[in-house]
């Protein structure tokens, strides 16, 4: 089964990619382009806690080859996507042929039969069923644009998004999502599927920069960096704030599409936000003393970093230096605020519980000693 790519208008940057699916506090794109300003291609980027992979798309752009760990498989596939480039039509192709596949049993309940029509949930079961276990460059693009249109705002124009009325960074909880829609009499959106994931295709593969080698390891950080053997000539990153250890549940309706159960997922393993105070220090000192040992001398290693709000969790510019201090093998160049971060809901400040007063983030700099 094929389908004829919707005439779209000229597509205008190559940013597009970037944006194939949000995540819960992902960073903006120009931190990892603006630290990366002295990159030369061909030198080797790190992100150990690499989320959504901005900086994978930002390496990707300057045409540095990077690698990306996250201990989320959400975080996993949507930075995958970021470094492939299959064709959109090949995308098209694969899902149509996945779409023909077998019938796939669907998920029961009431959160299924409000979030999304009959047609679109047996269609989400089939592609769901196809994917898993693939990794060759068009199943993880054609993941990526359905991690990306899974859900999220309806507009009155052509639909965007599969499920009912959904925020799009986050998935919300079943019964807060059931007593909304029942609220507002909202039934879910009868739409080709097809359709949809051909104008994502084409959004967000129709003009990406050229690839670049890379990869993307599911895992906690430490433990990823001690089984690699490749140098690193750029480390640019965001840890968890400590305390911020939800990116499972947030991301619990993705994680089911990448083969999870069909309910919030409260597992915090490898989740180093949730550890506090001394630990989280030298948590975050382990995945220090693993990157430096995977780092030329030379290295930069630029981090954004802050706390929660109403003090709880610490200085996150005293937190940085401890752990680095702790670590050894850095040497700190320089420490400066970064501001207050938006609050649109897409940062770590911006999505906390009872976030209300946010703490400005801090940017630091350091060198791996010689
Ligand atoms: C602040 S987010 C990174 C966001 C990223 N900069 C972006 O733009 O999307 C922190 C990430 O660290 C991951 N994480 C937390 N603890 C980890 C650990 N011990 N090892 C690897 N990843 C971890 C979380 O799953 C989360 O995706």
């Given at each position: 089964?094929?389908?004829?790519?919707?005439?779209?208008?000229?597509?205008?940057?190559?940013?597009?990619?970037?944006?194939?699916?949000?995540?819960?506090?992902?960073?903006?794109?120009?931190?990892?382009?603006?630290?990366?300003?002295?990159?030369?291609?061909?030198?080797?980027?790190?992100?150990?806690?690499?989320?959504?992979?901005?900086?994978?798309?930002?390496?990707?752009?300057?045409?540095?080859?990077?690698?990306?760990?996250?201990?989320?498989?959400?975080?996993?596939?949507?930075?995958?996507?970021?470094?492939?480039?299959?064709?959109?039509?090949?995308?098209?192709?694969?899902?149509?042929?996945?779409?023909?596949?077998?019938?796939?049993?669907?998920?029961?309940?009431?959160?299924?039969?409000?979030?999304?029509?009959?047609?679109?949930?047996?269609?989400?079961?089939?592609?769901?069923?196809?994917?898993?276990?693939?990794?060759?460059?068009?199943?993880?693009?054609?993941?990526g644009v359905l991690l990306g249109c899974l859900h999220g705002q309806r507009n009155k124009r052509a639909a965007s998004y599969l499920s009912n009325q959904m925020p799009r960074t986050y998935a919300t909880k079943p019964a807060g999502a059931v007593r909304f829609w029942r609220a507002r009499a909202m039934s879910p959106p009868e739409l080709d599927v097809l359709e949809v994931i051909a104008r994502h295709a084409r959004?967000r593969y129709g003009r990406a920069p050229a690839p670049v080698p890379g990869a993307v390891r599911l895992g906690e950080a430490a433990q990823a960096l001690a089984g690699m053997r490749r140098r690193f000539d750029w480390v640019i990153?965001?840890?968890?704030?400590?305390?911020?250890?939800?990116?499972?549940?947030?991301?619990?309706?993705?994680?089911?599409?990448?083969?999870?159960?069909?309910?919030?997922?409260?597992?915090?393993?490898?989740?180093?936000?949730?550890?506090?105070?001394?630990?989280?220090?030298?948590?975050?000192?382990?995945?220090?003393?693993?990157?430096?040992?995977?780092?030329?001398?030379?290295?930069?290693?630029?981090?954004?970093?802050?706390?929660?709000?109403?003090?709880?969790?610490?200085?996150?510019?005293?937190?940085?230096?401890?752990?680095?201090?702790?670590?050894?093998?850095?040497?700190?160049?320089?420490?400066?605020?970064?501001?207050?971060?938006?609050?649109?809901?897409?940062?770590?400040?911006?999505?906390?519980?009872?976030?209300?007063?946010?703490?400005?983030?801090?940017?630091?700099?350091?060198?791996?000693?010689?």
């Open positions: 089964m094929t389908a004829a790519l919707p005439n779209l208008p000229a597509l205008t940057p190559d940013d597009a990619l970037n944006a194939i699916c949000p995540y819960w506090t992902m960073f903006p794109l120009d931190f990892p382009l603006g630290a990366l300003a002295d990159g030369r291609p061909g030198e080797w980027v790190l992100d150990p806690f690499c989320g959504r992979g901005t900086t994978l798309f930002a390496a990707r752009k300057l045409q540095m080859p990077s690698v990306g760990i996250d201990s989320n498989l959400v975080a996993v596939a949507i930075a995958q996507a970021k470094l492939v480039s299959p064709r959109p039509a090949s995308i098209v192709r694969l899902a149509g042929e996945l779409l023909d596949g077998p019938a796939a049993r669907e998920p029961q309940g009431e959160f299924w039969r409000w979030a999304y029509s009959p047609a679109v949930l047996q269609a989400l079961c089939r592609l769901r069923a196809g994917l898993i276990g693939r990794e060759d460059a068009v199943a993880v693009g054609l993941r959004r990153t965001s840890p968890p704030y400590p305390g911020m250890a939800t990116y499972r549940p947030d991301g619990w309706l993705r994680g089911w599409l990448l083969g999870g159960p069909p309910a919030p997922d409260y597992d915090r393993a490898g989740q180093l936000g949730a550890l506090r105070g001394e630990l989280f220090i030298a948590g975050l000192a382990r995945v220090w003393r693993a990157t430096a040992a995977r780092c030329r001398p030379g290295a930069r290693l630029f981090v954004r970093f802050g706390a929660l709000p109403s003090g709880r969790g610490g200085d996150p510019g005293e937190l940085l230096l401890s752990s680095l201090r702790l670590a050894g093998g850095w040497e700190v160049r320089s420490l400066r605020c970064a501001g207050v971060p938006p609050g649109n809901g897409a940062r770590q400040a911006g999505q906390l519980p009872g976030a209300g007063e946010h703490v400005p983030e801090v940017d630091l700099l350091a060198l791996r000693a010689g």
